[in-house]
């Protein structure tokens, strides 16, 4: 018999409502909505409705990782597009790390006022030959190593929810992802806010840049901090950020 998902305590998916604007928050590969939660409760308090959903196969099992593939994660996110979009007139997509990937990828198709990410990488950070041939070996090494992180945050680091390693089925989903990303930046048209550390060491600040140049859009804002890790929503430079996302959405 098949055993529904328990999702993992405090990693729930959120929709807080607010009046006018909206904001889809989008968390990273292997993570959960629990990494958007202190950015959504900003922005509630600015009175913009907020909904973070939780992409398919997160936040669960990494099994259930393993049985999802990206059209299921921009499908989650299309997901809380039509729940939200009905009841906001002008509607924002952030995304953290591959959420950001999502989002770009979202924004090509759907009808958005402007797109944000947050530590996105532009490719895959490692350069490999082998993982070209991931799908093919998945079955033998079904699982990756993450490594150790780079928190600046010892507190957020500890109450941190995300899978232990990464899925190496996942990983060549991730690949795939990064293509329809690379296709999609080009065409954008949309007023974009790109963020990152220097310090992020699981995608290097020069992604940033990269980013950047490919976008297609003429309205590109970017913002460097240099006192956080990769998942900046939980750390110490959160507070400038939070500020600096509220005002690029207030002035579109």
């Not at 020069?206 to 976008?215: A, E, S």
């Not at 110490?236 to 500020?243: A, G, H, L, S, T």
Request: some cysteine; charged content about 20%; overall charge negative.
């Amino acid at each position: 018999m098949y055993i529904f998902p328990r999702i993992i305590p405090t990693a729930e998916p959120f929709y807080l409502l607010g009046d006018n604007i909206g904001c889809i928050l989008v968390h990273g590969f292997t993570g959960t909505p629990k990494e958007m939660r202190w950015l959504g409760e900003f922005l509630n308090e600015k009175s913009i409705g907020v909904i973070a959903p939780r992409l398919a196969g997160h936040a669960t099992e990494p099994g259930d990782m393993q049985r999802s593939n990206w059209q299921d994660w921009v499908a989650s996110v299309e997901d809380a597009y039509h729940l939200i979009r009905p009841n906001v007139e002008k509607l924002f997509i952030i995304g953290l790390s591959m959420g950001g990937i999502l989002g770009g990828v979202a924004v090509s198709y759907l009808k958005f006022e402007g797109l944000i990410t947050i530590s996105t990488p532009y490719e895959i950070p490692q350069k490999d030959w082998r993982l070209r041939f991931l799908r093919q070996f998945a079955h033998i090494m079904p699982k990756i190593d993450k490594g150790q992180g780079d928190w600046h945050n010892q507190d957020a680091e500890k109450d941190h929810v995300d899978y232990p390693y990464q899925p190496t089925r996942s990983i060549a989903e991730l690949l795939d992802l990064f293509t329809q990303f690379q296709i999609s930046l080009p065409k954008l048209s949309l007023p974009s806010f790109h963020i990152h550390s220097t310090q992020d060491k699981s995608v290097p600040f020069t992604h940033l840049q990269k980013i950047v140049d490919h976008n297609g859009s003429t309205d590109k804002r970017t913002l460097t901090v240099h006192n956080s890790g990769h998942v900046i929503t939980r750390e110490p430079d959160r507070f400038q950020v939070f500020e600096e996302i509220y005002d690029f959405i207030s002035n579109q």
